[in-house]
């Protein structure tokens, strides 16, 4: 069976990933893999994980399955700060919460219930999206558009409008929530209001991916878009991630949260979220999820949580003004200044390929093809040496 399949190339942040770690250079700076990095360049386990890891054991008497939609209070977490406290007040309740094998089992789970609802469905991603984001949704069957989104720093967003104006009605919108990836450009309140009014106007589902809760400016403020699109149309999708906020990206914790118009229409969408994830993964993991649950509903872990956060997002937002400040002053021109403006850990530096290859091969420092570039990977120690290298080969 297996001598007719043919050897596939290498996902291009792992093969990019094998690539620096076989490069002998002590120089060797890498901006490429997606995860968060302290000054030290170490991913770090957060001392709220530590200690609440250890209550989580010291009480856990099984490991027996927990259930089919995963912990209850983990998702009962999940839905209040995601959609707020007060989210079910409005009505018949209408949001369903299912835990996930991390952001990208809910965007596989998300996929499959909208083809299950509609087969016929377009997905409609921006342009340029996160890598993982087509061959999740696409490998489900469904069909994949590509809306403009980001130019010279800025969001397209007349552009983006204009575009999902002439999407088909019961289409669907993936958008990033806050700290997009790759580029690091997201989307004001007021372009969040108008969003909105085109959806409605448009009857389009909104299908938002939420990676990065905190990283942009706080728990509460990054999720006001969500908030806003939840509160006003009639059916949404919300993928949800604890991998960069809370560091448990071995852990695999996410979520999918479905929004329904009405509560027999929600009960209705859960059931299949659940026969989705049987088929695929029959049970959800749960450490990480009583992990992240434990944090949630203890004060003191859960203002713990708060500051580490916040330390992890100075550190990005710290990174990201002296990157800017130091090409500045190499390239006696603003070129570079949107990196201070833009949030999250993503950028696209916007240098052309050649300049990536050249960046990889003369001076060690590794981002991907497109110039994605993680500004976890700038430390103090090395933002001077990539900032000399990108000046002198942009």
């Not at 999940?78 to 007060?86: F, I, M, N, Q, Y």
């Not at 479905?258 to 929600?266: C, G, K, P, W």
């Not at 006696?332 to 950028?347: E, V």
């Amino acid at each position: 069976m297996f001598q007719h399949l043919d050897r596939l190339n290498p996902d291009a942040i792992l093969g990019l990933m094998a690539q620096f770690r076989a490069d002998p250079s002590p120089q060797k700076v890498d901006l490429g893999v997606g995860v968060f990095r302290d000054l030290s360049g170490n991913t770090p386990v957060l001392e709220c994980v530590r200690r609440a890891e250890q209550s989580v054991l010291k009480a856990q008497s099984t490991k027996s399955y927990v259930a089919a939609a995963g912990r209850a209070e983990f998702n009962e977490a999940v839905e209040a700060l995601v959609l707020g406290a007060s989210h079910g007040a409005r009505g018949a309740r209408r949001v369903r919460t299912a835990q996930t094998p991390g952001g990208c089992g809910a965007l596989r789970v998300g996929a499959e219930l909208i083809r299950a609802a509609a087969p016929k469905t377009t997905v409609h991603a921006s342009d340029p999206t996160w890598g993982n984001h087509v061959p999740l949704l696409g490998s489900s069957g469904l069909r994949l558009e590509r809306y403009p989104y980001y130019k010279s720093g800025e969001v397209r967003f007349e552009d983006m409008l204009e575009r999902l104006n002439r999407a088909a009605p019961g289409d669907v919108v993936l958008v990033h929530a806050c700290c997009h990836n790759p580029t690091g450009a997201d989307l004001s309140m007021s372009q969040w209001k108008g969003l909105t009014e085109l959806l409605l106007q448009r009857q389009l589902t909104p299908f938002l991916d939420l990676a990065y809760q905190g990283f942009g400016s706080n728990l509460d403020e990054d999720v006001a878009g969500i908030r806003l699109v939840a509160d006003s149309v009639p059916e949404a999708l919300v993928a949800v991630s604890y991998s960069k906020n809370l560091g448990l990206y071995r852990e695999r914790v996410g979520a999918l949260i479905t929004v329904s118009d009405t509560e027999s229409r929600a009960d209705a969408a859960q059931s299949h979220v659940l026969q989705i994830a049987r088929s695929i993964y029959s049970m959800p993991p749960d450490h990480g999820a009583a992990i992240a649950a434990c944090i949630f509903a203890d004060q003191a872990l859960r203002q713990s949580w708060i500051e580490e956060l916040a330390g992890m997002r100075k550190r990005i937002v710290d990174m990201r003004s002296l990157l800017a400040s130091e090409l500045r002053a190499r390239t006696a021109d603003g070129t570079f200044d949107f990196l201070a403006r833009q949030r999250g850990m993503f950028s696209l530096l916007g240098v052309s390929g050649a300049a990536v290859e050249a960046l990889r091969t003369r001076h060690h420092i590794y981002m991907l093809g497109d110039s994605r570039m993680n500004l976890a990977g700038i430390t103090p120690g090395n933002v001077a040496y990539v900032a000399e290298a990108i000046a002198a080969e942009r």
